[in-house]
């Protein structure tokens, strides 16, 4: 396919910008994608791609069945929007107030939706079958769940995903093995005293310093009980409790998220949690419940015959020149890693900073725009480790 590269950048550039476009003028939250979704299904339809049945009320699946038997790939772009007003200053920015594609998944779709279209032409060639993934949810991080408990992995042997990425220079693609992006789990700690006189503490049991004492020990838990090699962050960010000034607090809430790469520390998570706030509570004669809420795997690209197919397919594609796999892991998280989970997999990322552009806005922020000359890149790149994991089993 890569003697077709040049080809492709000109055809699909005009194809995805004005896809792209149309899709961020109108984006819509997490499991309210509507619009987007049909918008997608009469695009996929348009370009003569079977779309299969959907799970959910929002998102589309599509499949193109190559002309040879073979194995089955899953491409997935995530499809939502978030709770952003937007002020990119863009002629085609966000028309639903306070929604803004500001995570740039608009550009995930145009991406996929190249991909399919060069798999398109290729379909005489292809040896098996690709299964388009536009997945609702992926902002709550639950999307991914409703679509394997669905089974709607079911028979697909392999997945690919990718994000554009603001931290990440243009036209830079990163196909880095390894950590990719952590885990999350996240918690609700209740603590409870005993309410008295402000004036007279040694009347009651002061839930605020039993729960500020919990929010230090939790930091001396990320340096002291995990390997510092380990990436590890522990955040409490709410700490709600107390009426006024003259009370001793009876009742305070934390609630936290925790991010990692270590399976192994992940697993004892709640059992130290539980142990750290119970004995921390009780020394200052309070108590605290835990309410852990296990959310994410982490996105570790360690399937080594998936890291050499998008490897050599970025190289192929794009030269070295064109690759960067030195992009740092993240400890943001991505819902993608519960596909991780369950099949053999692979994310990628799209570089879409341009300082000279103006473009230096990193995804979530209110001006958050990418460099749309990268979006053939991620179209291509999709395409190639599709096409090579199918025609090289
Ligand atoms: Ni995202």
Redesign the pocket.
């Known amino acids: 396919m890569t003697d077709h590269t040049e080809h492709v950048e000109i055809a699909l550039t005009d194809e995805l910008l004005g896809i792209r476009r149309r899709l961020h003028r109108h984006p819509e939250r997490s499991f309210k994608e509507f619009e987007t979704s049909m918008r997608l299904r009469n695009l996929l339809e348009s370009h003569g791609i079977t779309v299969l049945d959907n799970p959910l009320d929002t998102g589309v699946i599509g499949e193109i069945k190559g002309e040879h038997d073979g194995p089955q790939i899953g491409l997935r772009a ?1 499809i939502d929007a978030l709770p952003v007003h937007e002020d990119s200053g863009l002629v085609f920015a966000s028309e639903n107030e306070g929604v803004m594609h500001a ?3 608009d550009n995930h779709m145009a991406m996929l939706l190249g991909a399919a279209h060069i798999l398109l032409e290729k379909k005489d060639e292809l040896k098996g079958k690709v299964k388009f993934l536009l997945q609702s949810g ?2 709550m991080a639950c999307g991914a769940k409703y679509y394997v408990d669905h089974h709607i992995l079911d028979g697909v042997d392999a997945i690919f995903g990718q ?1 554009i990425w603001g931290t990440l220079d243009a036209p830079y693609v990163c196909v880095a093995s390894g950590n990719r992006m952590a885990s999350c789990d996240n918690f609700t700690i209740r603590v409870k005293g005993l309410q008295s006189h402000g004036s007279a503490p040694q009347d009651g049991h002061d839930a605020i310093v039993a729960a500020s004492a919990i929010v230090m020990a939790l930091q001396t838990y990320v340096s002291r009980k995990n390997n510092p090699v380990n990436p590890l962050v522990v955040t409490v960010g709410k700490f709600h409790g107390g009426s006024m000034y003259n009370i001793i607090c009876p009742d305070v809430e934390l609630v936290g998220t925790i991010r990692t790469y270590s399976r192994e520390l992940r697993h004892d998570l709640e059992a130290d949690l539980n142990k750290i706030i119970k004995n921390t509570a009780e020394a200052h004669d309070c108590t605290a419940e835990l309410e852990f809420s296990p959310m994410l795997p982490a996105v570790i690209n360690e399937d080594h015959e998936l890291n050499e197919i998008a490897q050599n397919a970025a190289l192929k594609l794009f030269g070295p020149e064109g690759v960067n796999n030195e992009m740092p892991a993240l400890m943001g998280s ?1 819902d993608f890693a519960l596909f991780m989970e369950k099949i053999p997999a692979f994310f990628a990322f799209i570089g879409s900073r341009n300082v000279e552009k103006g473009l230096i806005y990193t ?1 979530h922020n209110e001006k958050y725009t990418v460099d749309e000359s990268v979006l053939w890149r991620g179209s291509a790149l999709t395409a190639q480790f599709a096409y090579d994991f199918l025609n090289n089993k």
């Open positions: 995530d995570c740039g998944h992926e902002e994000h991505e995804n």
